[in-house]
């Protein structure tokens, strides 16, 4: 490794990005999601690889550049320095890193550019107040403790949490969000139909009849449309009786 860093040191830190974000993403659909090990989108995992090999050349500049313009040598304007960089880290680098990732995974997966600008709208909050919990105390030590030499494959192996965080946050990895709307768009529709004022008792509690007998819910939606039609039924006979 050591050879390699020396002789090809952007190759090297590219090589390795590329594992860390293939990993993370493979985290990030089955350990952090409880599944199995073998249960993943491969296409996925191989998509985010690719843009950690995007990312590789990037960050190798970063923080070469972070060196140049901020020099942790000697106490005093080092400790400065030190804190300058983790604040650099956290706000412009990460804005803009963080951002190019989901608009990056956004374009890989079909969607346009405007949908990923979208997108970065409405996910970078949450996954700064994510970092900000995260990597400030990471870089403590990393510009504390590492060689300049090794700060990326210092950072790579914490990244191999950090792009299991993140690529769970780019995407919407949690399927029951569209099941739970289709279930309330159902008991709308219905509720819709037994209030419709255009049919007879009979006739709406035939309509709830109909759509359960045509639509698979879960024990939830089941469960609400049999009190509606209780209800309904509690209706009817007290009409019948006035």
Not at 104 to 113: E, I, R
């Amino acid at each position: 490794y050591e050879n390699s860093l020396s002789e090809k040191p952007v190759a090297t830190k590219t090589i390795i990005n590329v594992v860390i974000y293939l990993l993370g993403d493979w985290l990030s659909q089955t350990l952090f999601q409880k599944n199995n090990v073998l249960d993943f989108d491969a296409a996925r995992t191989i998509k985010n690889g690719i843009v950690g090999m995007c990312f590789g050349p990037a960050v190798h500049e970063y923080y070469e550049f972070s060196d140049w313009i901020l020099p942790v040598d000697g106490v005093t304007i080092g400790i400065t320095n030190r804190a300058f960089k983790i604040l650099m880290d956290q706000t412009i680098y990460l804005s803009i890193k963080c951002s190019i990732y989901i608009i990056a995974v956004g374009l890989l997966n079909g969607d346009s550019l405007k949908d990923g600008s979208e997108n970065v709208k409405n996910r970078i909050k949450p996954i700064m107040f994510a970092a900000w919990k995260f990597w400030p105390l990471v870089h403590c030590v990393t510009y504390g403790l590492i060689p300049a030499r090794h700060r990326i494959l210092w950072v790579n192996s914490v990244d191999l949490v950090w792009n299991a965080i993140l690529a769970s946050k780019a995407r919407d990895d949690d399927p029951s969000g569209d099941e739970n709307e289709s279930e309330e768009e159902f008991v709308n529709n219905l509720e819709t139909n037994v209030g419709d004022s255009g049919l007879s008792w009979q006739e709406r509690l035939n309509s709830v009849f109909d759509n359960t007998a045509e639509v698979e819910v879960s024990d939830n939606v089941t469960t609400a449309v049999t009190t509606d039609v209780a209800n309904k039924q509690n209706q009817v006979s007290t009409l019948e009786r006035e």
